[in-house]
């Protein structure tokens, strides 16, 4: 089955207003910016974001931030967004901060169809007793929504969490390769979540760097079968980011 559509356009069509959606990527790498930029451009809001982080003030899914298209965002990393914090100070945003390898895993059971996992990340914290700030009030100052207590267990003497998996109604995903039947393959650290976002979401639309037939990609090399894939569109080639350049200063040469 043929799953490559004509423009990103078409493929995110059906995202409705309100929507949940798991997006993959790490930092600034592997982001499904061409996804992300037909939502902008289709004025899909009120989004409920499941992802890593939240791209940067002018890229990724910072565009679908700065345009108060985001609701929530679930995520373990935040740092490089101002408009991200100003708006969750604010009140304008929720924001659900979750360690990140319990993210992680609470895709991934999404994806494996477990409703839920016990984990030692976060027990004895505020993350166990609750009252996080998931949304101030606003003008910011007081807590609106604060997190509630998590269950815990003890197993083998240690103390362990209680947490739900993720589903979401669509993924965006960005791979590396694709063929025309979704089978995927990543490149270094964007394969962290893009596959568990895949698994994750109801539908998966996948961008690629480079589309190619059917057979062409070796059994044992693909990261994400196409089974989890339904739409697959070329990504923009030239909408790459670097998070942090740094060189090396040029070695002295010898006299």
Known sequence: MDKVLDSPARAVADVPDGAVLAVGGFGL???????????????????????????????GLGLLLRAGRIARMTSSYVGENKE??????????????????????????GGAGIPAFYTPAGAGTQVEEGGLPWRYAPGGGAVALA???????????RRYLLEEAITADFALVRAAVADRHGNCVFHAAARNFNPLC??????????????????EIPPDAVHLPGVYVDRIVAADPADRRIERRTVNSPAPKES
Do not use: H, M
């Open 147 to 157: 997190s509630p207590p998590k269950e815990v267990r003890e197993f083998g003497g």
């Open 29 to 59: 790498c592997g982001i499904p910016s061409t996804l992300i930029g037909a939502l902008v451009d289709a004025g899909t809001t009120g989004l409920r974001v499941v992802s890593n982080n939240c791209g940067v003030d002018d890229w």
């Open 198 to 215: 895949a698994t994750a979401g109801r539908i998966s639309l996948v961008e690629a760097d480079r589309i190619v037939e059917p057979g």
């Open 84 to 109: 991200f914090a100003r708006q969750y100070l604010n009140g304008e945003l929720e924001v659900e901060l979750t360690p990140q390898g319990t993210l992680a895993e609470r895709l991934r059971a």
